[in-house]
Nanobody, 125 residues
Framework: QVQMVESGGGLVQAGGSLRLSCAAS????????MGWFRQAPGYEREFVAR????????YYADSVKGRFTISRDNAKNTVSLQMNTLKPEDTAVYYC??????????????????WGQGTQVTVSS
């Protein structure tokens, strides 16, 4: 069984920064891509960013482009999300996820096999 554990959430003022981390452990697996999603109360889970394993290709939601940076360490099976210039609308539970199948795109949460339990990010105005 694969476990994914997020850390780094918290409360921050608007304009501040947070860094989320996610570590995968358990049964050895090779993910094709790892991503971050978020879900605010009353809203569906939405894509934030993803990074592929082989070449480290990244892709971001328009709402976070230029403010968030995703990175990964394949040797450690970890993925991080550096969040800068945070806004109140970034407030949500953030989830990391991994996908083990090749697709043309990776923004659909249904494509991901493994999920973390989520970490709360709250941005005050």
């Amino acid at each position: 069984q694969v476990q994914m554990v997020e850390s780094g959430g918290g409360l921050v003022q608007a304009g501040g920064s947070l860094r989320l981390s996610c570590a995968a452990s358990g049964r050895t697996f090779s993910s094709v891509a790892m991503g971050w999603f978020r879900q605010a109360p009353g809203y569906e889970r939405e894509f934030v960013a993803r990074i592929t394993r082989n070449v480290g290709n990244t892709y971001y939601a328009d709402s976070v482009k230029g403010r968030f940076t995703i990175s990964r360490d394949n040797a450690k099976n970890t993925v991080s999300l550096q969040m800068n210039t945070l806004k109140p609308e970034d407030t949500a539970v953030y989830y990391c996820a991994a996908v083990t199948v090749y697709y043309s795109t990776y923004e659909d949460p249904k494509k991901y096999n493994y999920w973390g339990q989520g970490t709360q990010v709250t941005v005050s105005s």
